[in-house]
T-cell receptor, first 115, second 110 residues
Framework: KAGVTQTPRYLIKTRGQQVTLSCSPI?????VSWYQQTPGQGLQFLFE???????NKGNFPGRFSGRQFSNSRSEMNVSTLELGDSALYLC??????????????FGPGTRLTVL | GQNIDQPTEMTATEGAIVQINCTYQ??????LFWYQQHAGEAPTFLSY????GLEEKGRFSSFLSRSKGYSYLLLKELQMKDSASYLC???????????FGAGTRLFVKA
C-alpha cells in the first residue's frame, strides 16, 4: 500500500506570496492532519480534516487554511507569507483520529522557505 | 491545557541502554505515542500505550503510568542508526488532534 505523499517536496517563496501544499493520504484513510515543524517549536498542530470537514484547528492565524476533498486528499494554503512561515510542513493520515488506538502515518513533508 | 516535557538531548554509547522520559499534563487522553524521526525525514510510529505498564517491541519498549502522567521509551542494544529525535505525543480525549512534545535528540556514539 502506498504511503502518504506530499507535493511539492521543496518550495521557495518570497514574503507576501501565497502557497498551496498538497497531501494524498494512505488509501482508505479518511483523516488528514497537518503540522508545522520548526527547530525551535517542534511539531505544531495546524488542523485536522475528516470527510471534508475540519474537526479541529490549532493556534495559527487565519492566513493558514485548508480543505479536504471527497477522495480524502487535502490541501493547505498559506496566504501573505511571512519569514516565520519557513518550516517543514507535515501531513499525516489515519483511519480516524477519534479512536484512541489510531496511529498517524506521516508524509515526507514539504520544506517551505520564505525569503 | 496540555503540556508535554521531554529532555532536549541525550547521548549514549553503542550497545548500551537508554531511557527517554516524557511527562505530560492533560485532563484526559486516549493514548500515548512514541515516534522516531531521523534528521530530514518524517516521523515514524514506534509504539502506543493506553493502559499502565510496559509494552515491548523488540529492542524498543515503552512504559506508561497514567496516575503519574509519565512515560518512557527504553532503547536496548543501541545502534548507530538509533541516532534520531524521539517524539512523545498524546491524544487528548474529546478532540481530534495529537499533541507532540518538542522531541529528544539522541546521539549514539561508538
Amino acid at each position: 500500500k502506498a504511503g502518504v505523499t506530499q507535493t511539492p517536496r521543496y518550495l521557495i517563496k518570497t514574503r507576501g506570496q501565497q502557497v498551496t501544499l498538497s497531501c494524498s493520504p494512505i488509501s482508505g484513510h479518511r483523516s488528514v492532519s497537518w503540522y508545522q515543524q520548526t527547530p525551535g517549536q517542534g511539531l505544531q498542530f495546524l488542523f485536522e480534516y475528516f470527510s471534508e470537514t475540519q474537526r479541529n484547528k490549532g493556534n495559527f492565524p487565519g492566513r493558514f487554511s485548508g480543505r479536504q476533498f471527497s477522495n480524502s486528499r487535502s490541501e493547505m494554503n498559506v496566504s501573505t507569507l511571512e519569514l516565520g512561515d519557513s518550516a517543514l510542513y507535515l501531513c499525516a493520515s489515519s483511519l480516524d483520529t477519534w479512536a484512541g488506538t489510531d496511529t498517524q502515518y506521516f508524509g515526507p513533508g514539504t520544506r517551505l522557505t520564505v525569503l | 491545557g496540555q503540556n508535554i516535557d521531554q529532555p532536549t538531548e541525550m547521548t549514549a554509547t553503542e550497545g548500551a541502554i537508554v531511557q527517554i522520559n516524557c511527562t505530560y499534563q492533560t485532563s484526559g487522553f486516549n493514548g500515548l505515542f512514541w515516534y522516531q524521526q531521523h534528521a530530514g525525514e518524517a516521523p515514524t510510529f514506534l509504539s502506543y500505550n493506553v493502559l499502565d505498564g510496559l509494552e515491548e517491541k523488540g529492542r524498543f519498549s515503552s512504559f506508561l503510568s497514567r496516575s503519574k502522567g509519565y512515560s518512557y521509551l527504553l532503547l536496548k542494544e543501541l545502534q548507530m542508526k538509533d541516532s534520531a529525535s524521539y517524539l512523545c505525543a498524546v491524544k487528548p480525549t474529546g478532540g481530534f488532534k495529537t499533541i507532540f512534545g518538542a522531541g529528544t535528540r539522541l546521539f549514539v556514539k561508538a
